[in-house]
């Protein structure tokens, strides 16, 4: 499956952007999809991620309460809500599809850059 990520942006803190994933290729809707990413001299981290159906969803425990994982399964797409931005959620976003219950994730985004000014 290529994945497209977009969205990224420059946003001062506590504002909003919001990133989509688009598929192409496998069926989408057979793969739990994951949000992750990676800030300068950093190693990548997880971020979100949601299952085939869109029914469960799980969250990093710094972006719990300000950032919504989403699926609209027909637009082969998935989407993440950023609110109350900070700084420190600058990186680059890359979205994955895989199964997360395994942790194995094969397909992987181009990534997304965002920046969030204090």
């Known amino acids: 499956v290529q994945l497209q990520a977009s969205g990224g942006g420059l946003v001062q803190a506590g504002g909003s952007l919001r990133l989509s994933c688009a598929a192409s290729?496998?069926?989408?809707?057979?793969?739990?999809m994951g949000w992750f990413r990676q800030a300068p001299g950093k190693a990548r981290e997880f971020v979100a991620a949601?299952?085939?159906?869109?029914?469960?969803?799980v969250y990093a425990d710094s972006v719990k309460g300000r950032f919504t994982i989403s699926r609209d399964n027909a637009k082969s797409t998935v989407y993440l809500q950023m609110n109350s931005l900070k700084p420190e959620d600058t990186a680059v976003y890359y979205c994955?599809?895989?199964?997360?219950?395994?942790?194995?994730?094969?397909?992987w985004g181009q990534g997304t850059q965002v920046t969030v000014s204090s």
């Open positions: 994955a599809a895989g199964a997360s219950t395994t942790g194995r994730w094969p397909y």
């Open positions: 290729g496998r069926t989408f809707s057979g793969y739990d």
């Open positions: 949601i299952s085939w159906s869109g029914g469960n969803t």
